[in-house]
């Protein structure tokens, strides 16, 4: 018996789950931590915080499952992009990870952009702006504002890339964690040269790239894993979710809503939006791209209400009480841009809002208004695909919100479209999972490991006595977004 053991750093919390090669879960375990916020543009946290996190979650899982080290045939690694880990020459971290959030770099992001311009920099990257939180840019600012750290620079990591380091001893990366980076050329599938001529780096200061599920070195490190077990690359952690939920062709949609609201759509070629509405990544399998908007808080606004005002109250018993409420919530229409737009307006200054708001809208409204929200982006942001000519034949929801049967409910409704689960929870582990196996012969390839380790759990379909309610709140709340947008 063979078993994958998957690894997923987010934001403020890294995931471990342990599977076999049917795709059965064994076992998951999460450790959480919180991240160092000094000033509102600055996001940082220690790199050994990652490293202990994984340790622990691994130590966890070995003793929870009391499976030999021995059937554990490999370790497979994604995590969040953008965030930003510097070592000197002996692999030791100069200073705090630049987490992705971080906005530090504001006039470094100006520069690059004077530099190349928006459309060089779309057309090599697949990157539609140039902003603050590109590593690129904050590359930029540590050279500006830290010049002894920048000296001292051996290897510039995402984090990734750093517990791949810490696994294996070796310094590698997978090509579809890197376009975010602003100096991954999406297209020749190579480090831009240059932009780290003008950002001061070299090739030799960052990890070799390889493809998706490659094996990056065995296991080094003493954390009770067998000398003989393989750690193998993953792409970002968003796409490492699409290949855990099958979506490995055209015609398909994943869209994931925890904290952020994202959307993958496997295109079978690079393709480029006129009006820069949307981001091209490489999909795990070579020669495949994918097309990601997203917007940068949908669950987190609900998580924002819930703490605010929801008076001790839980995400299940919020949304419970959201039941009671008719579709379109009497008119209150909700934007839930807390943190600006990206997809499919960017717009860095837009604000949440609440809109239409009477006497008679009690606490639950809000809370459904907060469900429709996301949905109407959801539709929106699908909407724009479909005028790009993209397939959007299945949609598969992901994510925390994927647990909400009134949220699934009201997503179908919006979109008049059926929603899919799947019987795996963990779709981003599962699908790191899927292409460690691959690399390790385990399964011939993708395509045969999905068949084999990926499941559907059940479809909703759209009520269609809520269409012309939801048609309308949709136009409302696209009016209010074109209120803002100017």
């Not at 065995?218 to 970002?236: D, F, H, Q, R, Y």
């Not at 495949?288 to 839980?314: C, H, K, N, S």
């Not at 429709?372 to 000519?389: C, G, P, T, W, Y």
Request: glycine letters at 8%; charged letters at 20%.
């Amino acid at each position: 018996m063979s078993l994958i053991l998957s690894i997923d750093v987010g934001t403020t919390s890294l995931k471990g789950a342990l599977f076999d090669l049917c795709g059965k879960m064994l076992c998951v375990r999460v450790h959480e931590y919180q991240l160092e916020k000094p000033s509102p543009d600055l996001v940082e946290l220690d790199p050994e915080v990652y490293w202990l996190a994984a340790k622990t979650v691994i130590a966890q899982m070995l003793a929870q499952t009391e499976v030999a080290p021995e059937l554990i045939t490999a370790v497979g690694v994604t995590s969040q992009g953008e965030t930003l880990i510097v070592l000197d020459k002996q692999g030791r971290p100069l200073r705090k990870a630049i987490v992705w959030l971080d906005n530090r770099a504001k006039k470094e992001a100006v520069a690059i952009e004077e530099k190349f311009g928006q459309d060089v920099g779309y057309q090599i990257t697949g990157q539609q702006d140039i902003v603050p939180c590109w590593p690129a840019a904050k590359i930029l600012w540590l050279r500006e504002h830290e010049p002894a750290v920048f000296k001292k620079a051996a290897k510039f990591l995402m984090v990734e890339d750093y517990l791949i380091y810490q696994l294996t001893g070796c310094f590698a990366t997978d090509h579809a964690m890197n376009p975010s980076t602003l100096y991954y050329d999406l297209r020749q599938g190579c480090w831009w040269e240059s932009m780290l001529d003008f950002i001061g780096i070299s090739s030799q200061q960052l990890p070799k790239l390889l493809d998706s599920g490659t094996c990056a070195g065995t296991v080094t490190a003493e954390i009770g894993l067998s000398k003989n077990t393989v750690v193998t690359v993953s792409p970002i952690d968003q796409i490492a979710g699409a290949v855990g939920a099958g979506n490995i062709a055209s015609g398909m949609i994943t869209e994931t809503t925890g904290s952020a609201l994202a959307i993958c759509a496997t295109v079978e070629r690079p393709i480029y939006d006129s009006q820069k509405r949307v981001g091209l990544y490489r999909h795990a399998i070579p020669g495949l791209y994918v097309l990601l908007p997203w917007i940068p808080t949908a669950g987190m606004v609900l998580r924002w209400f819930r703490d605010e005002f929801g008076d001790g109250m839980d995400y299940a018993q919020l949304v419970q009480s959201a039941e009671e409420i008719a579709p379109g919530s009497e008119g209150l229409i909700v934007l839930p841009h807390f943190c600006g737009m990206v997809c499919p307006q960017v717009n860095a200054q837009a604000k949440g809002v609440f809109a239409g708001i009477s006497l008679l809208h009690r606490k639950a409204h809000f809370v459904r208004a907060i469900l429709e929200a996301v949905a109407f982006s959801l539709r929106d942001n699908i909407q724009m695909l479909k005028d790009m000519d993209i397939d959007c034949q299945k949609i598969v929801s992901l994510g925390g919100a994927a647990r909400s049967d009134l949220w699934l409910q009201i997503k179908a409704d919006v979109m008049q479209q059926s929603i899919e689960t799947m019987d795996c929870e963990e779709t981003t582990c599962l699908g790191v999972a899927v292409l460690a196996a691959v690399g390790c012969g385990l399964h011939a390839n993708v395509q045969d490991a999905v068949k084999a380790m990926v499941k559907q759990a059940m479809a909703i379909d759209p009520n269609t006595k809520n269409q012309e309610v939801y048609d309308t709140a949709f136009k409302a709340y696209q009016a209010q977004n074109k209120t803002q947008n100017g």
